[in-house]
């Protein structure tokens, strides 16, 4: 396993690990630089600069556009647009605009005098590569997905394990909806996600939560909003006019409301044929949904659309079983992450995993062999032979020649000396 070595302006090397270790030292030492642009020594060919910005605590960020860059077990690497659903947008749909901001196109109106029908029908997911190549906004799913992976949940180490509950989940998901824009502002003020609820607490609770629906679902001329709700599904109750959605850590009584048409909407752009939503939910797994939410003239809750997508208990975002079973066999040893699709269509060839620890290049990891989706795996297993014949790095599982046992994946490789000739 490597760790990140970075080096600052006086000549000083310190790792990653030993910052993360050392949070005081670390605020000390990175105020003291803070104007300076330290570098990273994970790629042996250059060093990769660095800033370092403030918010509550100093931390270190790389630079736009340099993710790639660096090396795969590096924390500071960041997939390229192909090996994610992001290559289906325009650059104009997803722009880093300065060191700490990324502006969002979105379907889905948020804010005064939004209109329900933007971003319903078809446009909820995406578009054919061959019609359309490229969209120029993101779905409410692809938003989920955006912001699950700024908050690098879809990204997982070894020394996570045991770390992460909803309280580390809401903080990272937060802190990342800070830095992404939508319309010119800031999408955690549109934003509500259920604050950890702690019973000793619950009525400090439900008056934060009451405050801050108000100044959510209201602006200060008494025009009604458009607002942004993401949480854990708890259970869906029957009303004889569709379902109240309750969320994991809502104050009660807070419900949503979703009418049947709705439901059946989100449903159909799940790929679901339910009688019951609840048949969504299960013990071994989380749903988590991503909703613009109205305030009705009668006071309730209603939800205009609706995305969701299911994670493990370490809030990995998964599609099918396979999948879990490889992040089961990945979680106690590996560094990885969970490729997301956002808005690409069936045919668009995504891999499942980028296996991080493999050599200083990301090993993409395919699971396919689905008779629902016999077009897309004819194209992953066309391209999964154009890395054998190039001897790109590839791994892959096709269930329909075997699903009970993967193949054997690349051992873990420790590239840390390759990074020394720079220091």
């Not at 799940?270 to 009705?296: W, Y």
Request: hydrophobic share 40%; aromatic share 10%; glycine share 6%.
């Amino acid at each position: 396993m490597s760790t990140t070595r970075i080096k600052f302006d006086n000549g000083k090397v310190v790792s990653k690990d030993w910052l993360d270790a050392h949070p005081d030292a670390a605020q000390a030492l990175l105020e003291k630089h803070k104007a300076s642009y330290p570098v990273c020594l994970c790629n042996p060919e250059k060093a990769l600069p660095l800033y370092i910005a403030q918010k509550t605590i100093f931390y270190l960020a790389r630079m736009p556009g340099t993710g790639d860059q660096h090396a795969s077990y590096c924390p500071f690497f960041g997939a390229p647009p192909a090996m994610s659903g992001l290559a289906v947008y325009r650059r104009s749909a997803i722009e880093e605009k300065d060191h700490d901001r990324v502006a969002v196109k979105l379907c889905d109106g948020l804010g005064v005098r939004a209109t329900s029908a933007a971003g319903s029908g078809g446009r909820g997911r995406g578009s054919k590569q061959g019609s359309n190549p490229q969209r120029s906004r993101l779905s409410l799913r692809a938003l989920l997905h955006y912001l699950w992976t700024s908050a690098e949940f879809n990204r997982w180490a070894p020394k996570m394990n045991g770390k992460r509950n909803y309280y580390v989940l809401y903080k990272y998901l937060m802190a990342a909806a800070d830095n992404i824009e939508i319309q010119n502002t800031r999408l955690s003020a549109y934003l509500y996600m259920p604050e950890p609820f702690v019973f000793e607490e619950k009525q400090d609770i439900a008056r934060r939560a009451q405050q801050r629906l108000y100044h959510l679902l209201l602006d200060a001329g008494g025009r009604r909003k458009r607002m942004l709700v993401v949480g854990i599904v708890k259970r869906f109750t029957a009303s004889p006019f569709g379902y109240g959605v309750h969320l994991k850590h809502a104050p009660p009584p807070l419900i949503l409301w979703m009418k049947e048409d709705t439901l059946n909407n989100f449903l159909g752009e799940a790929g679901e044929r339910l009688e019951d939503p609840n048949a969504l939910l299960g013990d071994t797994h989380h749903l988590v949904m991503i909703m613009t939410v109205d305030r009705t003239t009668n006071g309730n809750l209603s939800i205009v659309k609706a995305a969701a997508m299911k994670t493990t208990h370490a809030y990995i975002p998964f599609e099918n079983p396979y999948q879990v079973t490889l992040i089961n066999a990945l979680m106690p040893s590996r560094l990885f992450s969970r490729q997301l699709r956002y808005d690409a269509d069936g045919e668009t060839i995504v891999p499942d995993f980028l296996l991080l620890d493999a050599g200083k290049q990301a090993v993409p990891m395919y699971v396919f062999g689905f008779r629902k989706q016999a077009r897309q795996d004819a194209a992953i297993r066309a391209h999964i032979k154009h890395c054998e014949d190039t001897n790109e790095p590839c791994w892959f599982w096709d269930v329909l020649w075997d699903k009970t046992t993967y193949p054997d994946y690349p051992d873990a490789v420790d590239a840390t000396e390759s990074s020394r000739s720079l220091s």
